[in-house]
């Protein structure tokens, strides 16, 4: 799936805002001003200004020759970023990945979260709609790559969203400024006559290279999608990480031990604070003589309790070989997951059923101790023949999807795979006289059947169907036989399948 | 008035009995799992939880028989929520037939694992892990160094064990506080009717500690035990006792 992104331009940040701030400027031309080098310049100018001749980056006193009546103020250093703070912290409604372009754009990762909001086309009206109601002067657009989407947004004359892998179509007509090019490369260009994108995207690389650098092609790779553009994130996501470099290398059991409950304290303390638990955990160990252990742990729910973490490490204690010594302790949690607040149950002497936090605990320590161990509950499904009709689940939390069929009588023992048997019956559809089974032999007494089970052609094709009897010996042992296919057919034959108790 | 010698007996032997564990439980709670006569075989004559049990199950429908008998038990005793644990390494439970006596099956956790020494371990930690209804565990032997262990395990957090043992060439003893052995038995149906009646056993207790061992037959009616011949347990005889 193809990365999208939306990026906002405000055509007149801060003076803009400084409108909010005095609405009776609104129908004033204004200036925000900065000394520079001994010249006050002009930072930025509102559309009235603009439209009378003054721009950014000419001095006060000529801009006072063209508008004699221009309001100057003085500029406020920090004060874009600052709003675009404020901005990028409104915008988390819509994505969770924001980044500032400075000094006057913001930049969106919305891969995915377009949806929500009835589609791209909605999703875009949406923010230009709210940001423009608010009162500033903002363009957007939607591209498959910042580059693109920068470039449209302030560029861009037709069309705001540029449809997947489109991005050379929509960028052939603008002029090379849009591709974010240094000041220098810009009035190279200019000088060569390159005054669209398209007049030098057809030149080869290397002759390209040669004359305006990697940075060029850089940009222009990225603005096509060639290559990936890092996101600098106003809220970065931290891994689930934390050290513990010690003064002296560690060689000691009680050492190490200290180092996986300090690890731990830390990593659980933020966990906890967040709602959340960790699936897994590794401890990687950086040793003196450079090389690096490794242990890992699993949880069957997600934990955050310091001492039921730190039981599963212990575990693994024995097998950390600290050799010369350990000089770095790192843990990391690359699974985390939401955990359940559980509250102290008042008063359960009978336990908590499968949602009791010891035997999630103790499910833990055995997974983690013997690695073979196969830990499971079984729910019913829908299926007719008996080894089909339970499901094995590892999750403690998984739910009953259908309910167990009391109906059917259904053995104690089941055994792996059905064991073939010789019998004797007299008459079709009768349970059997009698049967063999291991050189032993079973008169039957009683039985009940048959229960016909159809094989389930959608699963294994076509094939024989089972006949099911309940039979009771001499002795009183019952057994669940079967009879494959119909009676004294060429390839049907009786099977034992179950013991009953 | 000075006590009679036999209450002074009577009053000694409950001393010992609370000494070894076995505290009589309170009023609310005297109802027993149901087993009927069975239960006075026992110390107190209440089935005793909190300790550990010993089946023997030398034998495919012997297993059988015996996860029948026990399902009975453990449909009582998760009663109230609990969870069971299934430690073994060749299971073959086969889980829906637990619903014949009134099991949830969902609600037992299966732990399969390969060797002997582990599920000894395994057994060990799930029966220090309070929360449990109960648990079983599938072993071939067991020494009594071991069971010791178990016995201390359950003591602390009073839950309910059960050790299948299927080896049976040298049974040794253990700390356990009851032996079983249950064997299928012919069902019965009133005259004439055709079919497989209920579930029929032969239970006996092989040793019980403090009480009297026995042999009764029991049967499962409509989700309940129901002892066949209403009578006392006869004494089985030294000879048919198995040594250990």
Redesign the interface.
């Known amino acids: 799936m193809n990365k999208r992104f939306v990026s906002l331009w405000f055509r007149h940040l801060t003076t803009d805002r400084q409108i909010l701030r005095k609405p009776e400027l609104k129908d004033v031309p204004f200036v925000f001003s900065a000394a520079t080098r001994g010249r006050n310049l002009i930072v930025a100018a509102n559309a009235l200004a603009e439209q009378q001749g003054v721009s950014v980056g000419m001095a006060v006193a000529d801009a006072r020759a063209i508008v004699p009546d221009l309001e100057v103020l003085d500029d406020i250093p920090g004060q874009d970023a600052k709003l675009l703070n404020g901005l990028g912290e409104w915008c988390i409604r819509y994505t969770p990945l924001i980044a500032i372009n400075m000094p006057d754009g913001l930049m969106l990762d919305v891969t995915g979260c377009t949806h929500l909001w009835g589609g791209e086309r909605g999703y875009l009206k949406e923010i230009v709609t709210r940001l423009r109601g608010k009162g500033y002067d903002v363009r957007g657009a939607m591209a498959d790559t910042i580059g693109t989407a920068w470039a449209v947004a302030r560029y861009g004359r037709l069309k705001p969203i540029i449809v997947s892998n489109e991005q050379a179509a929509a960028l052939t007509d603008l002029p090379p400024v849009a591709l974010r090019l240094d000041p220098l490369t810009l009035e190279r260009l200019q000088k060569l006559g390159f005054y669209t994108i398209k007049s030098f995207m057809g030149i080869g690389r290397s002759a390209l290279r040669r004359r305006f650098g990697d940075a060029f092609l850089l940009r222009m790779d990225q603005a096509l999608g060639m290559v990936d553009e890092p996101m600098q994130l106003l809220h970065p996501i931290e891994p689930y990480t934390e050290r513990l470099p010690s003064m002296e290398p560690i060689c000691t059991a009680t050492g190490i031990e200290i180092a996986i409950r300090t690890l731990l304290e830390k990593l659980c303390k933020r966990l906890q604070g967040e709602g959340k638990g960790l699936r897994t955990a590794t401890l990687k160990c950086y040793r003196v003589d450079g090389l690096v252990v490794e242990v890992g742990i699993g949880t069957n729910t997600a934990s955050h309790h310091v001492a039921h973490l730190f039981k599963l490490f212990e575990l693994k204690i024995a097998s950390i070989e600290p050799a010369l010594g350990i000089e770095l302790f790192v843990m990391e949690a690359p699974k985390v997951e939401d955990a359940e607040v559980d509250q102290e149950a008042l008063w359960?002497p009978?336990?908590?059923?499968?949602d009791?936090s010891?035997?999630a605990?103790?499910?833990d320590?055995?997974a983690n101790?013997?690695v073979?161990?196969?830990?499971?509950?079984?729910?019913?499904q829908e299926h007719y023949w008996?080894e089909r009709?339970?499901k094995a689940?590892t999750d403690?939390k998984d739910k009953?999807t259908t309910t167990?069929?009391?109906g059917k009588?259904?053995?104690?023992?089941?055994?792996?795979q059905p064991q073939e048997i010789q019998v004797a019956s007299v008459l079709p559809d009768y349970p059997p006289m009698f049967f063999i089974y291991r050189n032993e032999r079973h008169n039957i007494?009683?039985?009940?059947g048959p229960e016909r089970i159809e094989r389930e052609w959608w699963l294994d094709g076509s094939g024989p169907h089972r006949d099911y009897y309940?039979?009771?010996d001499?002795?009183?042992?019952?057994y669940w036989v079967f009879r494959s296919g119909h009676y004294n057919e060429e390839w049907s034959a009786w099977y034992l399948h179950?013991?009953?108790? | 008035m000075p006590d009679s010698k036999k209450d002074i007996i009577a009053r000694l032997q409950q001393n010992i009995l609370r000494w070894e564990g076995f505290v009589p439980p309170p009023a609310s709670e005297a109802k027993g799992i149901g087993l009927g006569p069975l239960e006075a075989a026992f110390p107190n004559g209440v089935f005793p939880t909190g300790a550990m049990h010993e089946m023997l199950c030398p034998t495919l429908e012997g297993t059988a028989a015996t996860g029948g008998l026990l399902g009975g038990i453990l449909s009582s005793l998760m009663q109230k929520g609990g969870t069971c644990l299934w430690i073994g390494s060749g299971r073959k439970l086969f889980p829906h037939g637990m619903t014949a006596f009134n099991i949830e099956p969902h609600r037992i956790v299966f732990v399969d694992l390969p060797r002997e020494k582990d599920i000894l371990w395994a057994t060990e930690e799930a029966l220090k892990c309070e929360g449990l209804a109960a648990v079983v565990a599938e072993v071939k032997d067991i020494s009594f160094a071991l069971s010791r262990r178990l016995q201390l395990a359950v003591e602390h957090s009073k839950i309910t064990g059960f050790l299948l043992r299927s080896d049976m060439r040298k049974l040794s003893t253990t700390t356990c506080v009851a032996r079983w052995q249950v064997t299928s038995v012919p069902s019965q149906l009133p005259q004439g009717m055709p079919g497989v009646g209920h579930p029929r056993w032969q239970a006996e207790l092989l040793r019980v500690r403090n009480g009297t061992p026995g042999s009764w037959e029991i049967e499962w009616v409509d989700g309940k035990f129901v002892t066949v011949e209403e009578q006392m347990a006869k004494v089985v005889y030294m000879e048919t006792r198995i040594a250990g």
Not at chain 1, 372 to 380: F, G, H, K, S
């Open positions: 359960s009978e336990g908590g059923g499968l009791d010891n035997l605990g103790l499910l320590r055995m101790k013997i073979a161990a196969n830990i499971c509950r079984y729910l019913p008996p009709s339970i689940s403690l009953l167990w069929d009391m009588l259904r053995p104690t023992l089941l055994l792996d007494r009683r039985a009940d309940v039979v009771e001499e002795e009183g042992r019952r179950g013991v009953f108790a």
